[in-house]
């Protein structure tokens, strides 16, 4: 069973620049495709951003492009999400998730299997 973890929770001031990293258990992320979700207070869980071989390169949700950057490690096995610029309109918790890149697309998240327990994000002054 694979499994992706989401490190520990952030509190930060308006314009923080906190980083959330996700440990993969999947042999090789060169396989697979990680993406990261997130779910506002009041809202439906929606996309942030994805990674995987593409030669497009990862995908960014509109309101988080030029703030916020994926990367990942391949021989860590793990998927980085650098966020800048924060605003109180990015508390949310964070999920990420794990799927083949061979299946479907990879900023759909119907087709990713495998869930982390999420993190918190809270931007508060």
């Known amino acids: 069973q694979l499994k992706v973890v989401e490190s520990g929770s952030h509190l930060v001031q308006p314009g923080g620049s906190p980083r959330l990293s996700c440990a993969a258990s999947?042999?090789?992320?060169?396989?697979?495709?990680i993406g990261w979700y997130r779910q506002r207070p009041g809202k439906e869980r929606e996309g942030v951003s994805c990674i995987s071989r593409r030669t497009d390169g990862p995908y960014y949700q509109k309101s988080v492009k030029g703030r916020f950057t994926i990367s990942r490690d391949i021989a860590a096995r793990m998927v980085n999400l650098q966020m800048n610029s924060l605003h109180p309109d990015d508390t949310a918790r964070y999920y990420c998730?794990?799927?083949?890149?061979?299946?479907?697309?990879?900023?759909?998240?119907?087709?990713?299997?495998?869930w982390g327990q999420g993190t918190q994000v809270t931007v508060s002054s």
């Open positions: 998730a794990l799927k083949s890149r061979f299946d479907g697309r990879d900023d759909d998240q119907k087709t990713y299997p495998f």
């Open positions: 999947a042999f090789s992320l060169d396989d697979y495709a």
